[in-house]
T-cell receptor
């Protein structure tokens, strides 16, 4: 599975959009991009995943560049409860194993 | 609406003791996983199971054993606990695949429990 690179930490004002970048320049054609988050002391929570098209659900939007070498997770209206570690993971088509990196610490501030 | 339940939530062991961590899911998921998370690090896969009666090694399997006798339960055992096994242990489960829009999709999100905090002295 391809490796990902994320910033160590980011700050966001409450009510504003949080844009979390992820670089996955070695991604291959059949690998998906997944985003999970982990709020302090809890288990990771699935947010969204995609292959090449932009995706949106009730939690977030995922924008994948045309060359698929990077992506951005967008939380449209961040709240204090969105403060968490966000993990960008690239997973192959077969097998169902997730490889977690260090993630991005997102701090939402009032 | 329990999802993935882990027991116990906390445990302190002495070096050399044994114990079993229990994971139960009520979503009829085929896949189940055990991860460990050490301070400041992401999760690392210990063992996983693709179905009842089958298990496989993950990234860091040494010192652990697992069993999946029932579809809904996945047990993680430490036969002789060591201080290096002090960690937070997370269990997860997922569907093998789901039928979406007429196609089988094997990209199913994992659902995690809230973890077991294990300290070994």
């Amino acid at each position: 599975d391809a490796k990902t690179t994320q910033p160590t930490s980011m700050d966001c004002a409450e009510g504003r959009a949080a844009n979390l970048p992820c670089n996955h320049s070695t991604i291959s054609g059949n690998e998906y991009v997944y985003w999970y988050r982990q709020i302090h002391s809890q288990g990771p929570q699935y947010i969204i995943h995609g292959l090449k098209n932009n995706e949106t659900n009730e939690m977030a939007s995922l924008i994948i560049t045309e060359d698929r070498k990077s992506s951005t997770l967008i939380l449209p209206h961040a709240t204090l409860r969105d403060t968490a570690v966000y993990y960008c993971i690239v997973r192959g088509e077969y097998g169902n194993k997730l490889v977690f990196g260090a993630g991005t610490i997102l701090r939402v501030k009032s | 609406n329990a999802g993935v339940t882990q027991t116990p939530k906390f445990r302190v062991l002495k070096t050399g003791q044994s114990m079993t961590l229990l994971c139960a899911q009520d979503m009829n998921h085929e896949y189940m996983y055990w991860y460990r998370q050490d301070p400041g690090m992401g999760l690392r896969l210990i063992h996983y199971s693709v179905g009842e009666g089958t298990t496989a090694k993950g990234e860091v399997p040494d010192g652990y054993n697992v069993s999946r006798l029932k579809k809904q339960n996945f047990l993680l055992g430490l036969e002789s606990a060591a201080p290096s096994q002090t960690s937070v242990y997370f269990c997860a489960s997922s569907y093998l695949f789901r039928r979406l829009q007429g196609f089988f999709n094997n990209h199913q999100p994992q659902h995690f429990g809230d973890g077991t905090r294990l300290s070994i002295l």
